[in-house]
């Protein structure tokens, strides 16, 4: 602990705060446009915006609509957008197959922002739940979800992203040893400078609703995650699982949800010193622009309050929903 200040009055802590310019003089943690990566949906079609009724102001893109939403963000000083798809019920298969597809949704986006806005960087999740007509994360067989298969499954996956042009891959299944498998696939592939952004600290959160309802994933999905998913009733659990990723060659490490887990944020930035995200997720999202829209909350000041509080916590960077209202708004 530090020493304490002087007694009263000699310290007075509200002298710092009397103006803008000391508040800003002595503020601890700051905000910025870099700070973030924005997760967007894609849906096939063209020239198509098609809002989520669960996630007020946010819309699945056909790519053209995409590409242009990649520029605003490049402009708007944002570093990275995440692509995740929402792909037609046909194609939902017990194999997942369009999953590692050449021409699946996802990658022809990465190639056609990629073609347009080279400066962006592009993260894709590794999961299979959007292509699994089952909605897990993984395979299953006689009603488990099965690890070393689905681990094939995903490297496959991130194959075909890395040879699309992404930049970040991020495996958000959960699966066992999927981290190593990936990054010694890459290697062999020749893909040495794609990033793994692994979901380590991932819990089996009643915050996803809104997302698996973007993604299509609702209907689908029969029982629960809990059996790959995090316990939200541990933390030192989150510390092995961190660890063991950046063992197996993950560049970055995720928390997620963030908001109700800034705990886990501090205790893994502290405890590795490795870059750190956290993900603000669609439950959370959605509580405040709910919040927002009915003149409960000013909306404004809690999204930057919010995104605020993961960098107090540790953050490196934060996914968020917000990315582009927070950095017009922070750029004045």
């Not at 894609?42 to 989520?52: L, R």
């Not at 991932?202 to 698996?212: H, L, N, Q, T």
Request: aromatic letters at 8%.
């Amino acid at each position: 602990m530090p020493n304490p200040p002087a007694p009263y009055p000699a310290s007075r802590p509200r002298r710092p705060r009397k103006t803008a310019a000391r508040r800003a003089m002595v503020r601890e943690n700051t905000l910025c446009a870099g700070d973030f990566i924005w997760p967007v949906f894609v849906q096939e079609g063209d020239d198509t915006a098609t809002p989520i009724a669960s996630m007020p102001g946010v819309a699945r893109l056909t790519i053209d609509r995409l590409v242009e939403a990649a520029r605003e963000a490049a402009g708007l000083g944002i570093p990275a957008i995440c692509l995740f798809p929402y792909i037609e019920q046909d194609l939902k298969t017990e194999d997942c197959a369009d999953a590692w597809s050449a021409d699946n949704l996802v990658n022809r986006a990465i190639r056609a922002i990629k073609a347009a806005v080279p400066q962006i960087e592009i993260m894709t999740d590794v999961a299979l739940d959007p292509y699994n007509i089952n909605g897990h994360d993984g395979f299953v067989v006689d009603g488990q979800i099965v690890n070393d298969e689905t681990v094939e499954a995903l490297v496959k996956m991130a194959l075909a992203q890395a040879e699309a042009g992404a930049d970040i891959i991020g495996p958000s299944d959960m699966m066992d040893g999927r981290i190593g498998a990936i990054r010694t696939a890459l290697e062999a592939a020749g893909h040495r400078d794609v990033m793994i952004m692994s979901y380590a600290a991932k819990y089996a959160s009643a915050f996803y609703g809104p997302f698996r309802d973007a993604v299509g994933a609702s209907g689908a999905l029969r029982g629960d995650k809990n059996t790959y998913q995090m316990d939200p009733a541990n933390s030192d659990e989150a510390l092995r699982l961190v660890a063991r990723d950046l063992a197996e060659g993950a560049d970055m490490v995720m928390v997620k949800p963030g908001m109700a887990y800034l705990d886990i944020c501090r205790r893994v930035k502290d405890e590795f010193a490795a870059p750190t995200f956290a993900y603000q997720v669609s439950g959370e999202y959605a509580m405040l622009t709910g919040a927002a829209e009915r003149g409960w909350l000013d909306g404004d000041k809690v999204m930057l309050e919010s995104l605020m509080a993961f960098k107090r916590a540790g953050c490196d960077g934060i996914l968020t929903y917000f990315a582009p209202a927070a950095a017009r708004l922070l750029a004045g």
